[in-house]
């Protein structure tokens, strides 16, 4: 079946510092890929998306490339802000899914200033 | 626009005590689902709805109960809750296009 598996964390960085967060997927066909961002104490909130292969999804700094060739979806912004401290999470929606989203274990991310 | 609402916040229960999650969205979304959301596992889906009266199980159903009377509630019953269901529940409503909308969750404790 669909799988998603991101990098674990915590991911720690200084503010401004660059950040990656590695998202891999197993699914057939090409299915639609996610970025989730959910902040302390609150729900998830789509943060990008990309739907066929080499698109590229941004939002607010970040960026990621739907990459068939590597099954990849890594989540990057140049400059990270204390307030980007969160937990991700990488997701895809398969062909024959319906609307049901296959997610990753979620990496947290924490911002120093 | 409240979006989609959930409650309660918190919830404690004893195991073998029954409780309603209550998941509202004011969007006029056909579909709506259940997610549980566990330390390193990612977000599970329960049960979803493409409209109402219509429900369906997804990867983890079992020990939880839905039915959507309305499109705008979507509420989830634990019949006789059990420690294993420790979790966060998030509810969620999907329009038209890809995205999905998700609730605050309920931070839910079977002791």
């Known amino acids: 079946g669909d799988s998603v598996t991101q990098m674990e964390g915590p991911v720690t960085l200084s503010e401004e510092a660059f950040l990656t967060i590695n998202c891999t997927y197993t699914?057939?066909?090409?299915?639609?890929l996610f970025w989730y961002v959910q902040y302390p104490g609150e729900g998830l909130q789509l943060l990008l998306k990309?739907?066929?292969?080499?698109d590229k999804g941004s939002n607010k700094g970040f960026e990621a490339t739907y990459r068939k060739e590597t099954t990849s979806f890594h989540l990057e912004k140049g400059s990270v802000q204390v307030s980007d401290s969160a937990v991700y999470f990488c997701?895809?929606?398969?062909?024959?899914?319906?609307?049901?989203?296959?997610f990753g274990g979620g990496t947290r991310l924490m911002v120093k200033p | 626009n409240a979006g989609v609402t959930q409650t309660p916040k918190f919830q404690v229960l004893k195991t073998g005590q029954s409780m309603t999650l209550q998941c509202a969205q004011d969007?006029?979304?056909?579909?709506m689902s259940w997610y549980r959301q566990d330390p390193g596992m990612g977000l599970r889906l329960i049960h979803y709805?493409?409209?109402?009266?219509?429900?369906d199980q997804g990867e983890v159903p079992n020990g939880y109960n839905v039915s959507r009377s309305t499109t705008e509630d979507f509420p989830l019953r634990l019949l006789s809750a059990a420690p294993s269901q420790t979790s966060v529940y998030f509810c969620?409503?999907?329009?038209?296009?890809?995205?999905?909308?998700f609730g605050p969750g309920t931070r839910l404790t079977v002791l």
């Open positions: 969620a409503s999907k329009g038209n296009a890809d995205t999905q909308y």
């Open positions: 699914a057939t066909g090409y299915p639609s």
């Open positions: 990309a739907t066929k292969a080499d």
């Open positions: 997701a895809l929606k398969g062909l024959d899914a319906g609307n049901m989203l296959t």
């Open positions: 969007m006029n979304h056909e579909y």
């Open positions: 709805s493409v409209g109402a009266g219509i429900t």
